[in-house]
């Protein structure tokens, strides 16, 4: 082998011989890994994924955020929140003052009208209430005496209108007191309901006998025994004193026959005693809507 042959050998040589490698430290292997490649296919498809995920996880978040807002009254736009796109909800001071007055007018439209007839229908019922206990005490009074008949006594003699009392109805209605007055008795019971009993004519019979029913303690109190004469006129009242009429020597509390048109007028004009007590007894114990006394 000629010099230009052994040239052209070395030249070759050092194209084709790499590069000399460090020597591997103590405690490093010898075996190297090739380099790994990642397929750009597959990593453009797997950051479509990934993004498709972010972008569904964000579509989800602004959903829940959205009806949360809307459940709270509030307005959400393109994810963000400012004061002047919140929704306002609330009245103004004026609102409230407008909706109080209108509250307060139709309130004193109705309201005496309910008032009205509450006490109305409390009335009725211990209108009815009375009649119950009267004529019950009258049957277990015939019982006891073996005979419906009831004797005659004086006209507004307050010691015998108490004797007829504490014989007939005492026993058997209960009372927590019974007062004697100048001309007739009082029964007062606990349920804020009293009985007066007068006899204003016939000493020979039990005729002409009246049981007072007072709605309460204080019409009865308020019953003026001096101004009474013989029609008892200043007692018809309609409101809470009602009048019970004992007819002939059964006291069977009916009524004076007459029309609806004439008990309007006596119960109206106080011209007979039992007109308003007939007026609400014929109604069935309630009150007509033609009843002429107010309440």
Known sequence: ?????????????????PSPQPSPTRGEGVTCHAERRIDPRVSASHDTETLKRVQGDIESCYNTLSRICKFAFCSLTNSTLSQRERVKYGFTLAEVLITLGIIGIVAAMTLPGVISNHKKYVTAQKLKKASTVLLQANRMSYAAEGTADRPGFTPFNADQALEMFNRYY??????????????????????????????NSQPNSWANTYII?????????NIDEDTIDIYLNNLPNGKDIFTFYTSGSIPNYVFATSTHEQRLDGCKNHTSMESCTALIFEAGWTFPKDYPIGF
């Open 1 to 17: 082998m000629n010099i230009e042959e052994q040239k052209a050998i070395g030249q070759e040589g050092k194209q084709v011989n």
């Open 213 to 221: 029913v007072c709605t309460s303690h204080k019409a009865c109190k």
């Open 170 to 199: 005492v026993p058997y209605i209960k009372f927590d007191e019974v007062v004697k007055g100048t001309k007739g008795v009082f029964g007062y019971m606990q349920d804020d309901m009293a009985f007066y009993f007068i006899k």
